[in-house]
């Protein structure tokens, strides 16, 4: 009789090996090579990339990440590996971490779990709102991984938990936490990593699925959507992305009498260059400079005990 010996493997984005224009070259090539990223046809693709964004980009994008390194490493593995650690901690399985893009990558991941000898591997991607951009992205590379292998195990497939009550009380513990701390925001802000507007158009859910947290979140807050605002930010190239644009708002509220805002990212499970750097710093620049007088950023849940309970009650919800 075939033995079930489950095994999860925890996926995020990926990271450079370091803040350095060769490791963000590297990192961003193989990030903007994946057709789920940017699908412009490979014959018009590559020598723009190679030509134009990967010489231009690499040592400004590694100047950032120099900015919020941390002593560990990249933010986005440090936290990443802490969520492993304590998840490992909670469950009767083996974890193992793997990134689609850098390292530790999925091969290797998956390696050290069909080494331990599991039957059955269970993908936690760490995207709480389904994209094809991301989520998709980790099924191809799973696939990819397999198909050099004889022997598969069963896979279940986490595909998101936007609205799973654990994440939302998750999210919600933070959020008072930094009421508590700076006071009661004229606005909370949540931004999300945005997609291009033509992803959704073609079937990508992932707007209603940001929509779906930001309503359970306002509801579990007894707020309304005079307090909340949900914006998507980190857009990239030319074609329109989702709206209304972080960027843009940051320097409009303050006209509309907004002074102060407190902004989190719930799209993001750990805390890297796009929540440290270009919210926590480039939008409260923003902010401030257009006339704002309070901004604080609420952090990703990270390694944050209720994270980690819901990230282990999805794992066991799969048994």
Not at 33 to 57: E, F, M, Q, Y
Request: hydrophobic share 40%.
């Amino acid at each position: 009789m075939r033995q079930d010996k489950p095994g999860v493997l925890l996926v995020n984005l990926g990271t450079p090996d370091a803040p350095t224009t060769p490791a963000v070259k590297r990192y961003l090539k193989q990030f903007l090579s994946d057709s789920r990223v940017v699908d412009t046809p490979r014959w018009l693709w590559w020598p723009i990339l190679n030509g134009a964004i990967l010489p231009v980009r690499s040592p400004r994008v590694a100047k950032l990440y120099a900015s919020v390194w941390m002593d560990e490493g990249s933010p986005l593995l440090v936290y990443s590996q802490r969520q492993r650690d304590a998840l490992a901690a909670r469950l009767t399985m083996p974890v193992e971490l793997g990134m689609s893009y850098g390292n530790p990558g999925l091969k290797t991941a998956i390696d050290k779990l069909m080494a331990q000898g599991i039957t059955r591997l269970i993908v936690l991607p760490l995207y709480p709102q389904f994209s094809c951009s991301t989520v998709a992205a980790v099924w191809d590379g799973i696939t990819q991984v397999f198909a050099g292998y004889r022997c598969l195990p069963s896979v279940q497939f986490i595909r998101d938990y936007a609205e799973h009550p654990m994440y939302i009380a998750a999210l919600k513990a933070s959020v008072e936490r930094s009421f508590a701390k700076h006071g009661t925001p004229d606005l909370l802000v949540m931004s999300f990593h945005g997609i291009p507007q033509r992803f959704a158009d073609e079937g990508d859910d992932y707007p209603q699925r940001c929509h779906d947290t930001r309503d359970a979140l306002m509801a579990a807050l007894g707020l309304t959507s005079q307090n909340v605002m949900l914006t998507f930010q980190s857009r990239f190239g030319r074609e329109p992305w989702l709206t209304p644009y972080t960027d843009e708002t940051m320097r409009s509220l303050p006209a509309k009498g907004i002074k102060h805002v407190q902004i989190m990212s719930p799209g993001f499970s750990a805390d890297c260059l796009e929540t440290l750097e270009e919210i926590s710093e480039q939008n409260r620049e923003f902010f401030l400079r257009a006339g704002g007088t309070r901004f604080a950023y609420i952090p990703a849940l990270n390694d944050d005990e209720l994270h980690i309970e819901m990230m282990a009650d999805l794992v066991n919800s799969q048994n």
